[in-house]
């Protein structure tokens, strides 16, 4: 049922002549529309029939531009009662159905008054694991109560208030007649964007390519055509809601678009980056746009052994925690500046690395997340574990010196099994008042919590850092 068949006085809005979206990683965008609508004298209802499925009611604004002095708003609705069988049949209790069902070889028409539609019952009331149904309820004409009918149900019309799209209603006062041109504003859920980066190592290692792209993943139920695009990045602040953010479903498209791509500009505390080109935004498609290029980005590998970074804080009469066989991070690191290639605030997203071996082949070496990075700030991609270094950590000894008072010998072997020299840097952690009494080789105190060794190998040599910590709690 068209919703223009719920008032004789509506006015149904015009599609939109220009349209502005501007998306956030957060799942959510803001949408701006100019519509031209007719109005006439006096009050009237107006209504836009093709807004976002998931559009958030209260963020909604109406305004002229041609007269906005003359245009007064009383009232917003958002209806969004669509058309569907259960909503249907939920509305038709109480009112004459019809089914269809076949009694042996022949069919049989059933009416009667529809007393109960179906319902699902959720699991979790009967402990089941599948979904069951209360179904329909019939008063036949000669009074008897069927129950379940199986076959084809029909309606003799469509319930009132049904919709076919969700709609947004208005009640306004126009001053004067005539057609003006009015801008439309809503946030809509469904809808984000995420970076993604590859970082293509050259043949040294020590210079890459970066390449990278935005994904916009549009699921909040309406397509934006020929529209201006533009990508907040940050971390904006939003009010709890009762619900979710809503999206997910099947991705029906993967396009890819060339130049011109994005400009960023500083936006409060944000970065806004607005492609230089309209762009169509389809319901349910997935769009890669290209954001930036670097080429020539001097980088560094690194290889990091870090054997209590995931525990928090130590305590000796735990035990021997962050000891046994393990392999260093493989690490790569690089400069976001203007004179390493890049210098562009890059948002957050995952980062792929890649490398091409002997015979010219690209290969993933790994991935990880970045998060948003301002420009010269440095990066450091976690690529995955090195496997030709490997290191062993124990404790050797372990004494107790008065009350919360500790002495522990701690042993690091490093063995490098390449035919190359490699560089290994080693954190060792501390919590409280720690001192190092003895240390085979020298560090450097990164932290207050954080001892770094920097461990020169040759090639296949096998080294033993050993050191003697007191700690006071």
Same mark, same amino acid.
């Given at each position: 049922?068209n919703?223009?068949?719920?008032s004789?006085?509506?006015i149904?809005?015009a599609?939109? @002549?220009a @349209?502005e979206? /501007? $998306?956030?990683?957060?799942?959510?965008g803001?949408v701006?529309?100019v519509?031209s609508i007719?109005?006439?004298?006096g009050?009237q209802?107006?209504?836009?029939e093709d807004?976002?499925?998931?559009?958030?009611p209260?963020?909604?604004?109406?305004?002229?531009?041609?007269d906005?002095?003359g245009?007064?708003v009383?009232e917003?609705?958002?209806?969004f009662?669509?058309?569907?069988?259960?909503?249907i049949?939920?509305?038709?209790v109480g009112?004459?159905?019809?089914?269809?069902?076949?009694? %042996?070889?022949?069919?049989?028409?059933l009416?009667g008054v529809?007393?109960s539609?179906p319902?699902?019952i @959720?699991?979790?009331?009967?402990g089941g694991?599948?979904?069951?149904?209360?179904g329909l309820v019939?008063?036949?004409?000669d009074?008897?109560?069927?129950?379940?009918?199986?076959?084809?149900?029909?309606?003799?019309?469509v319930? +009132?208030g049904?919709?076919s *799209?969700? &709609?947004?209603?208005?009640?306004?006062?126009?001053?004067q007649?005539?057609t003006n041109?009015v801008?439309?504003?809503y946030?809509?859920n469904?809808?984000?964007w995420?970076?993604?980066?590859?970082?293509t190592?050259?043949d040294s290692g020590l210079k890459?390519?970066l390449?990278g792209w935005?994904t916009v993943d549009n699921?909040s139920g309406?397509?934006?055509?020929?529209a201006?695009m533009?990508l907040?990045?940050?971390?904006?602040?939003?009010?709890p809601q009762?619900?979710?953010l809503g999206g997910g479903?099947a991705?029906?498209?993967?396009r890819k678009s060339?130049a011109?791509g994005?400009q960023?500009?500083?936006l409060?505390?944000?970065?806004?980056? &607005?492609?230089q080109?309209p762009a !169509?935004?389809?319901?349910?498609?997935i769009?890669?746009?290209?954001l930036?290029?670097?080429h020539? $980005?001097?980088v560094?590998k690194?290889l990091?052994?870090?054997?209590?970074k995931?525990y928090?804080?130590?305590y000796?009469?735990?035990g021997?925690v %962050?000891?046994?066989?393990?392999?260093?991070?493989v690490?790569v690191?690089?400069?976001?500046?203007?004179?390493?290639?890049? %210098?562009m605030?890059l948002?957050?997203g995952k980062?792929k690395?890649?490398q091409?071996?002997a015979e %010219?082949s690209v290969?993933?070496?790994?991935?990880?997340?970045?998060?948003?990075t301002? *420009?010269?700030?440095?990066?450091?991609?976690?690529?995955?574990k090195?496997?030709? &270094?490997?290191a062993g950590?124990?404790r050797?000894n372990?004494e107790?010196?008065?009350v919360?008072?500790y002495r522990?010998t701690?042993? $690091?072997e490093l063995r490098?099994?390449?035919?190359?020299?490699?560089t290994?840097t080693v954190? +060792?952690?501390?919590?409280?008042d720690?001192?190092v009494t003895? !240390?085979?080789?020298p560090f @450097?105190?990164a932290?207050a919590?954080?001892?770094?060794?920097?461990?020169n190998?040759?090639?296949n040599e096998v080294r /033993?850092i050993?050191y !003697?910590v007191?700690t006071?709690?």
């Amino acid at each position: 049922m068209n919703i223009a068949a719920l008032s004789a006085a509506l006015i149904a809005a015009a599609g939109p @002549t220009a @349209t502005e979206v /501007t $998306i956030y990683n957060q799942g959510f965008g803001l949408v701006k529309e100019v519509r031209s609508i007719d109005f006439r004298q006096g009050r009237q209802n107006v209504a836009v029939e093709d807004v976002a499925a998931q559009i958030q009611p209260d963020s909604v604004g109406f305004r002229s531009l041609s007269d906005p002095k003359g245009l007064t708003v009383l009232e917003q609705n958002y209806q969004f009662d669509l058309i569907s069988t259960q909503a249907i049949l939920n509305k038709s209790v109480g009112k004459r159905v019809r089914i269809t069902r076949a009694v %042996g070889d022949k069919m049989e028409a059933l009416e009667g008054v529809l007393l109960s539609a179906p319902t699902a019952i @959720t699991p979790n009331q009967f402990g089941g694991s599948g979904y069951t149904y209360n179904g329909l309820v019939i008063k036949t004409d000669d009074g008897q109560i069927v129950l379940d009918p199986k076959g084809e149900i029909s309606v003799k019309e469509v319930p +009132e208030g049904l919709i076919s *799209r969700p &709609t947004l209603l208005w009640d306004v006062i126009a001053d004067q007649a005539g057609t003006n041109q009015v801008e439309l504003s809503y946030v809509t859920n469904g809808i984000r964007w995420d970076a993604a980066y590859v970082l293509t190592l050259q043949d040294s290692g020590l210079k890459a390519d970066l390449q990278g792209w935005v994904t916009v993943d549009n699921q909040s139920g309406a397509s934006y055509n020929e529209a201006k695009m533009k990508l907040l990045a940050g971390d904006v602040n939003v009010a709890p809601q009762g619900g979710g953010l809503g999206g997910g479903g099947a991705y029906d498209a993967l396009r890819k678009s060339a130049a011109p791509g994005f400009q960023e500009q500083s936006l409060f505390e944000y970065h806004l980056y &607005t492609l230089q080109r309209p762009a !169509t935004i389809r319901n349910r498609e997935i769009k890669q746009l290209s954001l930036l290029e670097g080429h020539d $980005i001097k980088v560094q590998k690194k290889l990091v052994l870090d054997s209590l970074k995931d525990y928090g804080v130590y305590y000796p009469n735990e035990g021997e925690v %962050g000891t046994g066989a393990m392999s260093p991070q493989v690490r790569v690191e690089f400069t976001n500046t203007k004179e390493n290639g890049l %210098g562009m605030p890059l948002p957050a997203g995952k980062f792929k690395v890649y490398q091409r071996d002997a015979e %010219g082949s690209v290969q993933m070496l790994g991935e990880d997340r970045i998060r948003h990075t301002p *420009r010269n700030e440095n990066l450091s991609i976690l690529v995955g574990k090195s496997f030709d &270094t490997v290191a062993g950590r124990k404790r050797t000894n372990f004494e107790r010196l008065g009350v919360n008072w500790y002495r522990e010998t701690f042993e $690091i072997e490093l063995r490098n099994r390449k035919e190359v020299p490699e560089t290994v840097t080693v954190y +060792e952690r501390h919590w409280g008042d720690w001192k190092v009494t003895q !240390t085979s080789e020298p560090f @450097t105190k990164a932290d207050a919590n954080t001892m770094q060794y920097v461990a020169n190998l040759k090639a296949n040599e096998v080294r /033993t850092i050993k050191y !003697t910590v007191e700690t006071r709690w």
